[in-house]
């Protein structure tokens, strides 16, 4: 099996080693959090409207603006996800396929359709992650959020995490074009989906610092954990390292999601080169 550049970066035992020690960090964060959830002392605020989420975009924005050394980005629609909008998938799905028509459509979350003519996948990947740990869409300029009664410090890295996917989008590394013509397109997902990922992290643990937070790092790890474990043990089965017993997803050994893939290589990218990893691959998307 040939594998990818990032594939192969990640098989590294320099990369697997990396991997080891950010699991090593995270596995006990999150068991420490986790203990403190279950205790009922871990603080959260109150869930946010939708008007809230408007009032506090600008201030999301500006950090991750700045974080990403970018200007001049514009400010996507804020919805909250509706049963309307599945079936509105579902139709333009519906349509294109009946139409016969190359179309790529990016929605964030699911293995997106672009050489391939299917929607069909997309539209039902769309439906099976609902309730899952998927929980925001980026939909040509809009971000659509689910289920707005979930704690914010669970819904606002995610909303970040959709705006990574504006920002990328707005820089020419998410163009429709761009998704349909590229033959290596799983490779392009898992840079597009690591970048917002890792970016996602980034503002969870600044969220979390500056407003003396933890449930921000409680809900990223609770995404980020399972992802790195799977991740891992996929490594070290296909270079033939014995996990560490600690770090693996026992029973897994195939379907790596190209989340998991592409945080694990933004996540080796910065302990390599620093935090400027993100802001250097939007300059180059390579
Ligand atoms: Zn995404």
Known sequence: MSHNPILKKLLQPESISVLELILEQ????????????????????????????????????????????????????????????????????????AGGVLLGLYVDHHLIPTTSLSLIPLVMGHIKHQGDDCEGTYVFGKIEINDLKRPREQILPIVGHEYVHHIQREKGLLSLLDLIIRLNSTERLMLLEGHACGVQRYLADQYAQEQDNEAFLYYN??????????????LCDQSGKKPLPKFEEKGFRSG??????????????EHDNGLSAYADWLKTGN
């Open 26 to 97: 995270d596995v006990a964060l999150l068991g420490r959090l986790q203990k403190k959830q279950d205790d009922g002392v871990l603080v959260r605020n109150e869930p946010l409207s939708l008007e809230d989420y408007h009032s506090c975009f600008p201030v999301l924005k500006t950090k991750i603006d700045n974080f990403l050394g970018v200007q001049d980005i514009s400010t996507p629609q804020l919805y909250e996800h509706s049963t309307n909008t599945k079936y509105k998938y579902y139709g333009l799905g519906a349509g294109v396929m």
């Open 256 to 269: 790596l999601e190209v989340h998991a893939v592409g945080l694990g290589y933004f996540l080796v990218q």
């Open 221 to 234: 790890r609770l995404l980020d954990v399972p992802k790195l474990k799977r991740l891992y043990t996929w």
